[in-house]
């Protein structure tokens, strides 16, 4: 059976809590290695995916941790709905919850074994703010976009044109990303090539970008962005991967 922990993961720069929730189960060793689960655009913790591969990887002897980004879920009662405004502060948070998990549940991390799983704007903090932040060592990362240029016309991002660049930049894994020998130990990422809403082409532009082997790079058919059909695979997939941690 798996149980769920509420928490609050405090931001003491900006005097706000992020709304979290641990899986776990009572067969989880008292240390374990830790997944931070991160949602897609605009869904929340209580979101039927985050929930279905956080008590996944519990069940697999995992403490999973997923929280609601500023603007979203729960958080939203303390920072407002406005995502496109604090959408830098969003995918930054990410060294925030790391900290809180290495300084307040260091009596359940198994040697700091942490990774990142996420899906969509999950997937992309991941691969920006998630890759510089080496305490994070297993990165798992599904429907990223590559460029935020790219969602200009299905989400326009109301900033005055002259700050447009330096904003993408702060949230675009292209200008975090960097080839590394140690990418291929660390780094799995996956796509859909009927992926309605983040090009499918993306996946090449980051596996490329990172120089990726074919291995670390999943792609299916189908399953649209929310790898519908393919979700127990992707689960195997990183179940397998995270053995590097």
Not at 144 to 149: C, E, S, T
Not at 223 to 243: A, D, N
Request: glycine share 6%.
């Amino acid at each position: 059976m798996v149980i769920v922990e509420n928490v609050d993961i405090p931001v003491e720069l900006d005097n706000i809590f992020l709304k979290g929730s641990i899986y776990y189960t009572s067969n989880t060793p008292v240390k374990a290695p830790w997944l931070i689960n991160l949602a897609a655009f605009m869904h929340s913790r209580e979101n039927y995916l985050v929930k279905f591969f956080s008590e996944k990887f519990a069940n697999a002897g995992y403490y999973v941790l997923s929280y609601d980004y500023r603007a979203h879920g729960e958080t939203k009662q303390q920072t407002g709905s406005n995502y496109f405004k604090l959408m830098p502060q969003i995918f930054t948070d990410i060294h925030v919850v790391l900290d809180w998990i290495i300084n307040k549940q260091s009596s359940r991390v198994l040697e700091n074994k942490i990774a990142l799983f996420g899906r969509s704007l999950g997937g992309a903090i991941i691969l920006t703010h998630g890759f510089i932040d080496e305490r994070a060592r297993i990165l798992i990362s599904l429907s990223a976009r590559y460029d935020y240029y790219s969602a200009q016309n299905r989400y326009p991002i109301r900033l005055p044109e002259e700050k447009l660049d330096e904003y993408i930049k702060k949230i675009s894994p292209k200008f975090f990303v960097k080839e590394n020998e140690l990418n291929n130990e660390r780094i799995l990422i996956a796509h859909c090539r009927d992926d309605e809403i983040v090009p499918f082409k993306n996946l090449y532009q980051i596996g490329d970008h990172l120089g990726l082997r074919s291995e670390n790079v999943i792609e299916f058919s189908t399953g649209g962005h929310t790898f519908k059909g393919h979700r127990e695979e992707i689960f195997k997939y990183s179940l397998e991967f995270l053995k590097k941690l």
